[in-house]
């Protein structure tokens, strides 16, 4: 089973040299930390951030510089600034390659609810709107289950939707997997976790062709 810091690692691999690539709040923005070797990626993020790189060590924060969940960062040589108006006009002009997003909820159409539980005080949508109906190619992080031990992996959403038939390939705790016309197909196993757990743990549709790989983390 895999920990937050094993989910963003796992993510990590799907990224492509030269890619740019907006990081959500939680999980997502873990990912900056394990860029593998030998690959430049541009990380954004929509308060107006070009070139993020990992986070600060502890007493070289400067709270100056941080990401769009308020989280300080550091930047990397030849980032750039700009307003959020920039940033929005790149995100809606499809020149990010990858979105990476927490979420709440995802259904097997690949339907995402990442921002809002009815009767609970939210902030707001943020930039996860425009991110959804923009980008090309966009990978979830998060739980399986929810602290009750409930799917989130769901035949239709329960909570209000960010977007609709958007979300890709999804990497949980417990597995990677990639959503299809016809549900969600499991394409890797979570260390020490078995197809039958991951079966337990998906309300959704769940694809399972021949012999599931565990992860290489």
């Not at 941080?66 to 930047?75: D, M, R, S």
């Not at 920039?86 to 809606?92: E, K, V």
């Not at 020149?95 to 009815?118: F, Q, R, Y």
Request: glycine share 12%; proline share 4%; net charge negative.
């Amino acid at each position: 089973m895999l920990d937050k810091n094993g989910i963003a690692k796992r993510i990590a691999k799907e990224l492509q040299d030269g890619y740019y690539v907006n990081l959500g709040i939680g999980i997502p923005t873990l990912v900056a930390n394990y860029v593998p070797e030998g690959i430049a990626v541009e990380f954004q993020s929509e308060n107006g951030v070009l070139g993020m790189g990992q986070f600060p060590f502890e007493g070289e924060e400067d709270a100056d510089i941080i990401n769009a969940g308020k989280q300080t960062i550091t930047t990397l040589p030849g980032a750039s600034f700009f307003d959020s108006a920039t940033s929005f006009g790149m995100i809606r002009g499809q020149h990010v390659d990858l979105t990476i997003l927490g979420a709440m909820e995802v259904s097997e159409t690949g339907d995402i609810a990442n921002w809002k539980i009815p009767g609970k005080m939210v902030k707001g949508m943020g930039g996860a709107m425009d991110l959804v109906a923009s980008a090309e190619n966009i990978i979830v992080a998060m739980m399986h289950t929810n602290r009750a031990g409930e799917s989130k992996l769901l035949k239709t959403c329960s909570l209000p939707l960010t977007g609709v038939r958007c979300v890709k390939r999804i990497v949980t705790n417990l597995a990677l997997l990639e959503v299809t016309e016809n549900g969600f197909k499991l394409l890797e196993r979570a260390p020490g976790v078995t197809v039958e757990e991951i079966e337990d743990a998906t309300e959704g549709n769940l694809l399972i062709e021949g012999e599931i790989p565990e992860m290489h983390i």
